[in-house]
T-cell receptor, first 114, second 114 residues
């Protein structure tokens, strides 16, 4: 039973445009969400997070939106750059952001074309 | 300041052998997490350790797998009597106390069982 779902295995976007990566979850107990980026042969790199008490968090070109009623979050990258091409993982936790384990989605492979 | 160091990067074992994966956390980090990524899957939590203590091993298979994080030296994930299904990428992450869930991952160890 997959609690965190990333239904798009891949996404292709033109350089300079917006990339929107989506993530759905089923467990209403999740209260902290994170996005990680992963290049081939490397470990995931933390990008941005959001607590369930917020609906938006922004960091430079990256913005995460949380819609709790829909159990949906999205990552917006504006403007997209070729270096953003990677696999993006959505992750969730029930620990309120304190240390514990993360539940990951299967990832979405983003390709940004010059 | 070196990142999370995992070795070896690649490990090939025959069925029935033992696999030992090592993880040296970042300097000052006393919390270590192990995750496993099967092909075409997201990362799955295995175990969370602090120095000399296992805090959460809810993701560890009940048999053949063990983990430790001694007072001195790296954290070790040990898999006894490996089987083909153990072939995966194993990632370690670390964090300092109280940081939250945006922890730092290593580059992983890719285990292949032949």
């Amino acid at each position: 039973d997959q609690q965190v779902k990333q239904n798009s295995p891949s996404l292709s976007v033109q350089e300079g445009r917006i990339s929107i990566l989506n993530c759905d979850y089923t467990n209403s107990m999740f209260d902290y969400f994170l996005w990680y980026k992963k290049y081939p042969a490397e470990g995931p790199t933390f990008l941005i997070s959001i607590s369930s008490i917020k609906d938006k968090n922004e960091d430079g070109r990256f913005t995460v939106f949380l819609n709790k009623s829909a159990k949906h979050l999205s990552l917006h990258i504006v403007p997209s750059q070729p270096g953003d091409s990677a696999v993006y993982f959505c992750a969730a936790s029930v620990r309120g952001g304190s240390q514990g384990n993360l539940i990951f989605g299967k990832g979405t492979k983003l390709s940004v074309k010059p | 300041n070196a990142g999370v160091m995992q070795n070896p990067r690649h490990l090939v074992r025959r069925r029935g052998q033992e696999a030992r994966l090592r993880c040296s956390p970042m300097k000052g980090h006393s919390h270590v997490y192990w995750y496993r990524q099967l092909p075409e899957e997201g990362l799955k939590f295995m175990v969370y350790l602090q120095k000399e203590n296992i805090i959460d091993e809810s993701g560890m298979p009940k048999e053949r797998f063990s983990a430790e994080f001694p007072k001195e030296g790296p954290s070790i994930l040990r898999i006894q009597q490996v089987v083909r299904g153990d072939s995966a990428a194993y990632f370690c992450a670390s964090s300092p106390p109280g940081q939250g869930l945006g922890y730092t991952f290593g580059s992983g160890t890719r285990l292949t069982v032949v």
